[in-house]
């Protein structure tokens, strides 16, 4: 671990090597595990604000699983995410004619319908940020379903920090990136 004003950041991010591989997991994240996808209340704000341009794009599942759970839901932990079509798949995933997973909230941002792109969190993937009283704890997230990424990212030596940048800069600002950049330089340098 190593400090970034008030983050510390897991040298995972730095050591590893990640690019997401759609065409070998077909969007397993935004089906599997036992929860949906964690939400801060901006996200929350939000989705009930923007849910009706975003709704055209969500399958009819979704649709059904928002208008009885609502656009976010208060997990049993008090943390906040989306919810689930029968405790599986987001609201929010929408599937193509292979049966691939997509993200209908991305998709309404590409048609212009709504200005953000999905929730952080998401964007972040395999990274999750979680935050304590006193400072903000940036992890690698390994997942067996996300093995097709690993070894895509080290055919093209991508660094995960690298892969999810954009994501970065916009969680925690482009002078942050900018000094994990000079960190994962010096890094480098050294071996």
């Not at 929408?94 to 212009?112: L, N, P, S, Y």
Request: contains cysteine.
């Amino acid at each position: 671990m190593f400090q970034l004003g008030n983050t510390l950041v897991s040298e995972e991010l730095l050591e590893a090597h990640f690019a997401c591989d759609l065409s070998e997991c077909k969007g397993a994240c935004c089906v599997e595990g036992e929860a949906g996808a964690p939400l801060d209340q901006a996200e929350v704000d939000r989705l009930a604000k923007d849910y009706e341009a975003i709704a055209p794009f969500l399958d009819p599942a979704g649709r059904d699983a928002i208008a009885v759970q609502g656009t976010s839901i208060v997990a049993k932990d008090k943390s906040l995410e989306t919810p689930l079509v029968d405790g599986k798949a987001c609201a929010y995933a929408t599937f193509d004619e292979r049966g691939w997973a997509h993200c209908g909230i991305e998709q309404a941002h590409q048609a212009g319908a709504v200005d953000w792109k999905k929730p952080i969190s998401c964007h972040l993937y395999p990274v999750r940020v979680k935050e304590y009283s006193v400072f903000t704890a940036v992890n690698y997230h390994r997942w067996q379903i996300c093995s097709s990424g690993c070894a895509n990212g080290a055919q093209k030596q991508m660094p995960l920090y690298r892969f999810v940048a954009e994501a970065l800069r916009q969680k925690f600002g482009s002078d942050w990136v900018a000094e994990l950049e000079r960190v994962a330089s010096e890094q480098n340098k050294k071996q």
